[in-house]
């Protein structure tokens, strides 16, 4: 159980449900929106996200973004054209009153309320304007060994990442701009070079291919911080809760997501 006096916050939630289905994935699912995809008898992929969100003790408003039924359990946001357009206008949606906001994709059925909760908790105590969740893939691979993830090594252990994250509401509002030159550098070594750091970038593949120790967590933190600028901070939260990183985006993963979602 969460304290919510002792964290001293609720959370507006926004739950990002425009993404399309590859031209696979539709063939073998029947839909366009990846949200929509049936997991259970009547039961679609967002139904899971919103259950668990809406039982978080943490979360105040529901806000979803993305083409789907509207619904007495949230605000409906209408979808943009891309990922980080439905993110900024979500965030913007929420209430002005929020310092900060929980943003969480709609392809991780699996999530839970005690999961979301032991997040917000320890991003909260964090302080920081942005806070994304990283994985031990030993903890990942006990429950989900089945569905692969990306993965990154460090000297504190092999993680992957969540598909979640608190963000300051005003940073976002603020700062828009900057957040969409560093979501459209990330394929472009030249320009993410420059805006994380050509030292930390040089780790990150140093590590990744010979050795794990030489690039840390903080250091990660650091170049993120800095890619964000106008004194922005971002942590990363080490959580054991796997589910908060699988996500359900491929045809197998959809047939591993039907078998382990019935045996629970």
């Known amino acids: 159980m969460v304290d919510k006096d002792v964290v001293g916050a609720v959370i507006p939630a926004v739950i990002l449900a425009g993404g399309t289905n590859s031209a696979e994935m539709e063939a073998a699912t029947g839909v366009k929106n990846r949200a929509l995809v049936e997991l259970a008898p009547g039961k679609t992929m967002l139904s899971f996200v919103i259950d668990a969100v809406k ?10 973004v993305g083409d789907v039924p509207s619904s007495p ?8 054209t891309s990922f980080l357009g439905n993110l900024i206008s979500g965030t913007k949606a929420a209430p002005e009153s929020a ?10 059925p699996f999530i839970t309320s005690v999961a979301v909760d032991d997040f917000l908790k320890q991003a909260l105590d ?22 692969k993830r990306t993965t990154l090594k460090t000297a504190k252990g092999e993680f992957t990442g969540g598909n979640i994250m608190l963000l300051s509401r005003s940073y976002v509002t603020d700062h828009s701009k900057t957040i969409d030159d560093a979501y459209a550098a990330r394929k472009d070594i030249l320009k993410l070079g420059g805006m994380l750091g050509w030292g930390l970038l040089l780790k990150v593949v140093l590590s990744q291919l010979i050795v794990p120790k030489i690039l840390s967590v903080a250091a990660l933190e650091a170049g993120v911080s800095h890619l964000l600028g106008h004194g922005a901070t971002a942590r990363a939260i080490v959580t054991e809760h796997a589910s908060l990183g699988t996500d359900v985006d491929k045809p197998d993963d959809v047939k591993a997501a039907k078998v382990l979602l019935a045996a629970l």
Not at 73 to 80: F, G, N
Not at 99 to 108: E, M
């Open 55 to 64: 039982g978080a003790q943490l979360v105040s408003d529901l806000l979803v």
């Open 73 to 80: 359990d949230y605000t409906s946001i209408a979808t943009t």
């Open 99 to 108: 310092n900060k906001v929980l943003i969480v994709t709609s392809d991780i």
């Open 126 to 147: 964090s302080g920081a304007d942005f806070c994304y969740p990283i994985i031990p893939m030993e903890t990942y691979r006990k429950t989900f060994g089945s569905m």
